[in-house]
């Protein structure tokens, strides 16, 4: 998946679990289906944007903070490719 798809996952993952959630309580305040959550956290499932506004109103975000969560967590692992790259040469 791209990179944005996993950085959105991991950036719901990490609000989520900052509330102490479960998947399936997320899911609930979303109204989204427990396994469909699970799969947008480990970025294997591509969020409309209808999905990602619900999931950030159950987070009690608003969607520009979580995309903006989501692009600093994007650019975090674009760098961090950059500096193994570096070392690997």
């Excluded at 989501?70 to 500096?83: F, I």
């Amino acid at each position: 998946m791209s990179a944005i798809v996993e950085s959105l996952g991991q950036a719901v993952r990490q609000l989520r679990e900052a509330r102490g959630w479960s998947q399936e309580q997320l899911a609930e305040h979303a109204d989204l289906n427990r396994s469909y959550v699970g799969e947008i956290e480990r970025g294997r499932a591509i969020a409309s944007i209808v999905t990602t506004e619900k999931l950030a109103s159950a987070l009690g975000v608003s969607l520009s903070t979580l995309m903006a969560d989501c692009d600093h967590l994007t650019e975090r692992r674009t760098r961090r490719g950059l500096r193994l790259t570096a070392i690997a040469c």
